[in-house]
T-cell receptor, first 114, second 111 residues
Framework: SAVISQKPSRDICQRGTSLTIQCQVD?????MFWYRQQPGQSLTLIAT?????????ESGFVIDKFPISRPNLTFSTLTVSNMSPEDSSIYLC???????????FGPGTRLTVT | EDQVTQSPEALRLQEGESSSLNCSYT??????LFWYRQDPGKGPEFLFT???AGEEKEKERLKATLTKKESFLHITAPKPEDSATYLC????????????FGTGTRLQVTL
C-alpha cells in the first residue's frame, strides 16, 4: 500500500482566508482523491485529480471554492478558499491501490475556521 | 443515487463478546464494497474488499461477508485494541473510482 502524508496536520484559520493542503505519495499514482469528513458525518468525495488534466468535481463542490493542483504523479494540493465556519472539517486525500479498487488514505488535515 | 447505511451507530462490547456490524447498500452495479477502520485523529485504514455476493474475507478477529443488499463485519472475541470506528463504502461500476461511505459504527471494547 502507498504511504501518504499531508500538510498541515491541523490548522485554525479566520473566516475569509484560504488554506492550501498538500498531499504527498511515496509512489507514482494516476488518480488522487480529495474527501471531506465533517463532524459526525461520512466521508464525502470533493474531487478526483488526474495528473495533466483538470480535476473532476462532485455535485455540490466547485473549482472556485476548492481549487486543486496536480503537478506530478506523486503530489497534489487542495485549497479551501474564502473560508467560513461551515468549512471546518477534516480533509483527506487518497489514492487507489495497485492491487484492486481499494483506496488508501492520508492522515487528514483538521481545519477549524473561526 | 448510491446509498450506504450502517448500523448500529455505536456499539459497546465487553472483551470476548462477539458481535456483528451491518452495512446496507443500494448501488447501480456494485463494483466493490470496502471496509475501513478509523481511529480518532487518523485517516481510514483499509481492511477488506468484497466484490460479489457470497464472498467472505478474514483478518485476525474480523470477518466480512457480502450479500446482494448488505455486508456484515463480524468481530469474534474482540479486544480493547479493536475499539475504533468501522466504515463501509461502495463503489459503483462506471463511477471512476468514487467511494460512497456510510457514517460508520463506533465500536468500544471494554475489559
Amino acid at each position: 500500500s502507498a504511504v501518504i502524508s499531508q500538510k498541515p496536520s491541523r490548522d485554525i484559520c479566520q473566516r475569509g482566508t484560504s488554506l492550501t493542503i498538500q498531499c504527498q505519495v511515496d509512489s507514482q499514482v494516476t488518480m488522487m482523491f480529495w474527501y471531506r469528513q465533517q463532524p459526525g458525518q461520512s466521508l464525502t468525495l470533493i474531487a478526483t485529480a488526474n495528473q495533466g488534466s483538470e480535476a473532476t468535481y462532485e455535485s455540490g463542490f466547485v473549482i472556485d471554492k476548492f481549487p486543486i493542483s496536480r503537478p506530478n504523479l506523486t503530489f497534489s494540493t487542495l485549497t479551501v478558499s474564502n473560508m467560513s465556519p461551515e468549512d471546518s472539517s477534516i480533509y483527506l486525500c487518497s489514492v487507489e491501490g495497485t492491487g484492486g479498487h481499494e483506496q488508501y488514505f492520508g492522515p487528514g488535515t483538521r481545519l477549524t475556521v473561526t | 443515487e448510491d446509498q450506504v447505511t450502517q448500523s448500529p451507530e455505536a456499539l459497546r462490547l465487553q472483551e470476548g463478546e462477539s458481535s456483528s456490524l451491518n452495512c446496507s447498500y443500494t448501488v447501480s452495479g456494485l463494483r466493490g464494497l470496502f471496509w475501513y477502520r478509523q481511529d480518532p485523529g487518523k485517516g481510514p485504514e483499509f481492511l477488506f474488499t468484497l466484490y460479489s455476493a457470497g464472498e467472505e474475507k478474514e483478518k485476525e478477529r474480523l470477518k466480512a461477508t457480502l450479500t446482494k443488499k448488505e455486508s456484515f463485519l463480524h468481530i469474534t472475541a474482540p479486544k480493547p485494541e479493536d475499539s475504533a470506528t468501522y466504515l463501509c463504502a461502495v463503489q459503483a461500476g462506471g463511477t471512476a473510482s468514487k467511494l460512497t461511505f456510510g457514517t460508520g459504527t463506533r465500536l468500544q471494547v471494554t475489559l
